[in-house]
């Protein structure tokens, strides 16, 4: 199946804590993006990245970093995980070319992130 | 500060009736206009984009863009129960390419009742 996937689809760690969530799209497109939807059920960016620059906004503590080993993969890394740090992160990807919709992002299905 | 507004409701309205969802934005620079649809548990999934002034139709959904205004809203004609979900409104400063992302409101809840 063509998609956006996330890995793991839950995930459940205690405060302090280094954790990763991988993403991972076989669409060929060539921008990334993750965002952070809260208990509030908020969606939010947190960084845009294509092969030529990475968007970060600024409201996202440098203790997220995100890493790309290739075009296809955006992984999210969060150091010294905190309670608030507890949302649902989706990974998203878009392909800007002629003659398609430039700007459509196509979702991940979401990784539950619990701090306890 | 890049805003979107609109009503977290619940928008309630019945089956086979026309649904409207409005959305206002702040960033007079911003360029595409989305609709997502989210249910519960699931991942946003675009519904419909907009670039220009005027009435976008697709089916059952129909968006309207005004930028003047600053406004946008989604139609849904004849409303099924299936419809039932959250409505994100997005918007985007630069279109046709650009690794900025989307700016979400933070979405209407509309109910379709049988």
């Known amino acids: 199946d063509t998609a956006v996937s996330q890995t793991p689809k839950y995930l459940v760690t205690q405060m302090g804590n280094d954790k990763s969530i991988k993403c991972e799209q076989n669409?060929?497109?060539?921008?990334m993006y993750w965002y952070k939807q809260d208990s509030k059920k908020f969606l939010k960016i947190m960084f845009s990245?294509?092969?030529?620059?990475?968007?970060i906004n600024e409201t996202v503590p440098n203790r997220f970093s995100p890493k790309s080993p290739d075009k296809a993969h955006l992984n999210l890394h969060i150091n010294s995980l905190e309670l608030g740090d507890s949302a649902v992160y989706f990974c998203?990807?878009?392909?800007?070319?002629?003659?398609?919709?430039?700007?459509?992002?196509?979702f991940g299905p979401g990784t539950r992130l619990t701090v306890l | 500060q890049k805003e979107v507004e609109q009503n977290s409701g619940p928008l309630s309205v019945p089956e086979g009736a026309i649904a409207s969802l409005n959305c206002t934005y702040s960033?007079?620079?911003?360029?595409?206009f989305f609709w997502y649809r989210q249910y519960s548990g699931k991942s946003p999934e675009l519904i419909m984009s907009?670039?220009?002034?005027g009435d976008k139709e697709d089916g059952r959904f129909t968006a309207q863009l005004n930028k003047a205004s600053q406004y946008v809203s989604l139609l849904i004609r004849d409303s099924q129960p299936s419809d039932s979900a959250t409505y994100l409104c997005?918007?985007?400063?630069?279109?046709?390419?650009?690794?900025?992302?989307?700016?979400f409101g933070k979405g209407t809840h509309l109910i379709i009742q049988p």
């Open positions: 998203a990807s878009s392909h800007h070319m002629l003659n398609s919709d430039p700007d459509t992002q196509y």
């Open positions: 669409l060929g497109h060539d921008t």
């Open positions: 990245y294509n092969n030529k620059e990475l968007i």
């Open positions: 960033d007079r620079g911003s360029q595409s």
């Open positions: 907009i670039y220009s002034n």
């Open positions: 997005a918007v985007k400063r630069f279109s046709g390419g650009g690794a900025d992302g989307l700016t």
